[in-house]
């Protein structure tokens, strides 16, 4: 399995950025596909989840309406698209591959379990 990020970068507050995952390794259509992040100094916090058709999307509160995760079983990527950024969006992101997850009426009960990860993409939201 491998995942590679790409995308990240410097942004100012307000502005826009778009991630992307390349995966390999594994038949990406059988698995749903999330967005994990991790701050300086904290520990991981989920931010969106795919699932296998893509018809199924799902998003932490803080980034709700500002972010958008897609993906294309096709060529194997994941994607994400983040809009009006803040300063509190700082992180290094991960891609991951989804184990299990719990939704019930488009809500997520608690952060998915995740086994794969790529080696992250660093987001900067700074002036």
């Known amino acids: 399995v491998q995942l590679v990020e790409s995308g990240g970068g410097m942004v100012q507050p307000g502005g826009s950025l778009r991630l992307s995952c390349a995966a390999s390794?594994?038949?990406?259509?059988?698995?749903?596909m999330s967005w994990v992040r991790q701050a300086p100094g904290k520990g991981p916090e989920w931010v969106s989840v795919?699932?296998?058709?893509?018809?199924?999307?799902y998003y932490t509160d803080s980034v709700k309406g500002r972010f958008t995760i897609s993906r294309d079983n096709a060529k194997k990527t994941l994607s994400l698209q983040m809009n009006t950024l803040k300063p509190e969006d700082t992180a290094l992101y991960f891609c991951?591959?989804?184990?299990?997850?719990?939704?019930?009426?488009?809500?997520?009960?608690?952060?998915?379990?995740?086994?794969?990860r790529g080696q992250g993409t660093q987001v900067t939201v700074s002036t």
């Open positions: 390794g594994f038949t990406f259509s059988n698995f749903a």
């Open positions: 991951a591959r989804v184990r299990s997850y719990t939704e019930v009426h488009g809500t997520m009960l608690e952060p998915p379990e995740t086994d794969y």
């Open positions: 795919i699932s296998t058709g893509g018809g199924g999307t």
